[in-house]
């Protein structure tokens, strides 16, 4: 017989308020078309992006997201110190070590809450709700605050025309906390890692170290290229389109919620054309709000669907209590769903 005390944790968890944060440099399609040979019509009706936002030298990672975490935490009506775990999604933190989580909690002024990096692409921020609504259930923190953001214009090849146009920066937080019944539904969740392939950074850092010209990417002019991140824009646009409309229907089945009880619908925000795909698909009634904050926003990443569920909050397109369908998914290919009530 186990001679451990089972851990106490809430019934339930929900979420309880919602931050964003968006760089102050708005970024137009005709900025790109300095680089790649296109128009800002291609641009609109294949991807739906109209405008993105890049980061300045001050919009760090950890800066970004300490200004969404902030009014996340406001929104919650809680405070930093009651914060007991801080789980950041990204991709673009260059630092390997130490988690850029740590350093966020420390400036919110968290109680030594625990903090922690995860890497899950475009499906880091259902990842990370996940992961904080086991530890409130479990019972070793009390609140947690699940951040996505990236600084991807710094991980873009402005030369890649299948890439250039498609990626912004920016960082969305929400506080995950107790509740008395379930308001974060069941996760639908997976990885496909046989085409990993299709989203990927170009060339691994130890490849800058080893400094084999060969291997790594030039710009026109013949100098050394940042990484960046490529992808295969039609199969991942194909496997969006069939594998994440079950992955949403799925996660409804989970929640026992039928495309009629939703109110509000936030997919991850890669491409318009993809969110019209899945609408269509899981045959939405006219009454359900769908996210779009691509178009101006561009792809953030794990950013985007914290950032899509601020805006719809602030325009009032949403409002607290509606219940939202969530999906990310992205680089692994990983993804995640589920039903939530909206704070
Ligand atoms: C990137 C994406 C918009 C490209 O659209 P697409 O219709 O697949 O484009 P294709 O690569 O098939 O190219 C179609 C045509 O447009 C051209 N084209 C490609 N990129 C272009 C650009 N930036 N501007 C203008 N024309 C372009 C191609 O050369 C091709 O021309 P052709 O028909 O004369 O050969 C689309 O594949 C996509 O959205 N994929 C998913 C991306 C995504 O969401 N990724 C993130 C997942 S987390």
């Avoid at 294949?46 to 936002?53: D, F, K, L, Q, Y």
């Avoid at 890497?119 to 996940?130: K, M």
Wanted: glycine fraction near 10%; proline fraction near 5%.
């Amino acid at each position: 017989m186990s001679k451990i005390k089972p851990s106490k944790g809430a019934p339930y968890a929900r979420i309880l308020g919602v931050g964003g944060y968006r760089p102050i440099r708005v970024v137009p399609n005709e900025v790109i078309l300095e680089k790649i040979d296109s128009s800002d019509e291609w641009i609109r009706s294949r991807s739906g992006i109209e405008t993105r936002h890049w980061a300045n030298d001050e919009e760090t990672v950890a800066a970004m997201s300490i200004e969404a975490s902030g009014k996340a935490i406001a929104d919650a009506g809680i405070s930093a110190e009651q914060i007991g775990g801080v789980i950041v999604s990204t991709v673009s933190h260059f630092s390997q070590t130490p988690a850029v989580a740590t350093e966020i909690a420390d400036k919110l002024g968290t109680a030594k809450a625990a903090a922690f990096d995860i890497s899950a692409g475009c499906a880091g921020f259902g990842y990370g709700l996940t992961l904080a609504k086991g530890m409130i259930v479990e019972g070793s923190a009390q609140y947690v605050l699940v951040i996505g953001v990236e600084r991807l214009s710094d991980l873009t090849d402005l030369e890649d025309r299948a890439t250039a146009f498609l990626f912004g920066d920016g960082a969305g937080a929400v506080v995950v906390g107790p509740s008395e019944e379930p308001h974060i539904g069941p996760t639908v969740w997976g990885s496909e890692g046989d085409k990993a392939g299709t989203i990927k950074q170009t060339v691994p850092w130890n490849e800058y170290r080893i400094g084999d010209l060969d291997k790594l990417p030039l710009d026109s002019e013949g100098n050394v290229k940042f990484p960046a991140i490529t992808q295969e824009g039609q199969a991942v646009f194909r496997w969006a389109v069939f594998e994440m409309a079950k992955v949403a229907q799925q996660a409804l089945d989970a929640a026992g919620i039928i495309p009629d009880d939703l109110d509000v619908f936030i997919p991850h925000q890669a491409n318009e054309r993809i969110i019209d795909s899945m609408v269509k698909t899981l045959k939405l009634p006219e009454h359900v709000t769908v996210a779009r904050d691509v178009r101006t926003t561009g792809n953030t990443s794990a950013a985007s669907i914290p950032l899509a569920m601020e805006r719809l909050l602030a325009t009032g397109e949403a409002k607290s209590g509606d219940t939202a369908l969530v999906i990310g998914f992205g680089a692994g290919l990983a993804y995640a769903a589920t039903v939530v009530t909206l704070p």
